[in-house]
């Protein structure tokens, strides 16, 4: 199977149909059980386009750090979030699309066409906008997305496990590992946990079925 590499192919069709501000936006941390959905929209500089943009996951974690300043400094970025309680609340989905609609409306520059990773268009964009599977591996502009709001999560992250040690949050970024789960079991939940996802939630009514 060929590896894909992303490249500029997207952009420069929505620019032949007379966008001028191309934007491409992606999300990291639906299926983590603590800390927020984190999107980044990045508007790339055509001809100012950093090199060896691919999809965060294909990078390793030195080369991730490199792009993350390189793009935060020679791009428009605008990073956002849903915090735990709104996951909790409309669901991990809803969140998600929420966090990238404020991701976008935060562009300093704006934008009059989104290039989103995955099968959905947020709704309350209000811009042309087309969803392209694997994205992050296609397109230049959601790889760069991609980068800038996993390190930004994964450095929220670090910050969070020094606050609540045990948990292994600095290596697992709140995903369900071992050493997290076994924390759960030590330390018990805390206000970063997603109250709604079922390891917390069976964890939560354990607890009140013990108490009532």
């Known amino acids: 199977m060929v590896k894909t590499v992303p490249d500029y ?3 420069e069709a929505a620019a032949r149909r007379g966008y001028t501000r191309i934007v491409g ?6 299926g983590p059980l603590a800390g927020p959905v984190v999107a980044a929209a990045v508007w790339l500089n055509p001809d100012d386009i950093p090199a060896g943009l691919n999809d965060s996951k294909a990078l390793s974690a030195k080369r991730r750090e490199g792009l993350y300043d390189e793009i935060c400094a020679r791009a428009d ?17 809803q969140a998600s699309l929420r966090a990238m609609e ?25 811009l042309d906008a087309e969803a392209i599977v694997k994205g992050d591996a296609r397109s230049v502009s959601i790889s760069a997305a991609s980068i800038v709001a996993k390190i930004w999560r ?5 910050d969070l496990a020094q606050q609540y040690p045990g948990y292994g949050w ?3 970024a709140g995903y369900g590992t071992k050493l997290h ?19 917390i939630h069976n964890i939560l009514y354990q607890d009140k079925k013990l108490s009532d």
Do not use: Q
């Open 9 to 11: 192919s997207f952009e």
């Open 25 to 30: 936006v992606d999300e990291v941390g639906r």
């Open 77 to 93: 970025v605008s990073i956002a979030s849903c915090s735990v309680e709104e996951i909790d609340e409309i669901n991990i989905l």
């Open 102 to 126: 404020r991701a976008v409306a935060g562009l300093k520059g704006g934008a009059d066409y989104v290039l989103v990773d995955g099968n959905k268009v947020p709704p309350a964009f209000g």
């Open 154 to 158: 994964d450095r929220l992250m670090v």
């Open 170 to 172: 600095e290596k697992n």
């Open 181 to 199: 789960l076994e924390g759960l079991r030590d330390f018990g939940v805390t206000p970063h946990h997603r109250r709604s996802f079922k390891p």
